[in-house]
């Protein structure tokens, strides 16, 4: 049956790495027989621009219908000290949607661990299951001119449906090990974070639990990576140290995730944004937008092959040296996506 896939292309490097990540799926659709439709929707500065806000109803309504929603990435600096701006759009459409699991997860490509500014990366493969609808994004916000406040809120029922997320996530891979990252010695919400963690852990007898505290986690990413196996932390601390885990991998232009919820509608994007300082050049990283779009046809479409055939190409484009800029290359976009399309 026909899936409807709505994009959002969003803003500075984002149109450039949508359509690479679109002529990837083109490819590999025809060879999986793959039946799909598009519909592109405006979102996030460029929907600013043209209806005042950054998540128009139209392009709400089309997500919340979509069998998928692929987005690469929104933001750029006029907005900066804008009342409205384009990350407010990106915040509601995950709130609207219900969207409470994101799944950010590291791999180390053979062809790329010399370039990491990290030396030891060897047999790193980590995931990070990041809580995405709760904590102090969606707390109350308050700045004055002396003084400012951000509210950290968790309730009990998010912490134990992200838990248990991310303990399924253990379930499908071989090391089943569990790390709850949070900053107990601290925080509240940590403190009850720490207790239901337990309780889930309980649930599940046949995976390794521990739980680390945020801050060395954040060197453990560094001197052990090999550590860790699933991460699964709140809103914040997932947004950090994702962002950390991908100096691992040597760029975030080979992060992508996916973000679920409970009602089996998942949105794929590249865990970077709009990259303002390189967009309209044609030089961007299209890998973890095309990464994305293999999420997309494995956990929602159940398309191994065709997310298979994706991986293994990106893998031997970097094998056969194809790089971009940002891993000290010279490949275009165009150039890099045309040769991961000739290694489908
Ligand atoms: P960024 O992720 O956009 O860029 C950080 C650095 O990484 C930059 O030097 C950039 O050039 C580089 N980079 C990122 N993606 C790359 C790619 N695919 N190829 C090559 N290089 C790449 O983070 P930032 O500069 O802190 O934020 C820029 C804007 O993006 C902000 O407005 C921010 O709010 C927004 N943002 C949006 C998303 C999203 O849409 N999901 C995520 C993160 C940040
Ligand atoms: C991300 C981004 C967003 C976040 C911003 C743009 C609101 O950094 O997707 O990681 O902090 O969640
Ligand atoms: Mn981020």
Redesign the pocket.
Known sequence: MMKKIVTLSGDGIGPEIMKAGLRVLTHVADKINFDYEIEEKDFGGVAIDKYGLPLPEDTLEASKNADAILLAA??APQYNNKEIR??QG??ALRKALGLYANVRPLKIYPALAKLSPIRNVKDVDFVVIRE?TGGV?FGEHTLEMEWARDINNYTAEEIRRIMRFAFEVARTRPRKLVTSVDKQNVLATSKLWRRIANEVAAEYPDIAFEHQLVDSCAMFLITQPQKFDVIVTE?LFG?IL??EASSLAGTLGVMP?SSHNACGLALY?P???SAPDIAGQGIANPVSMILSVAMMLRESFGEEVGAAMIENAVTQTFTDGILTNDLGGSATTDEMTKAIIERL
Do not use: A, R, V
């Open positions: 929104i933001g384009p990350e990106l915040l995405l994004y809103n947004d994702s962002d995730s994007e865990i970077h944004g």
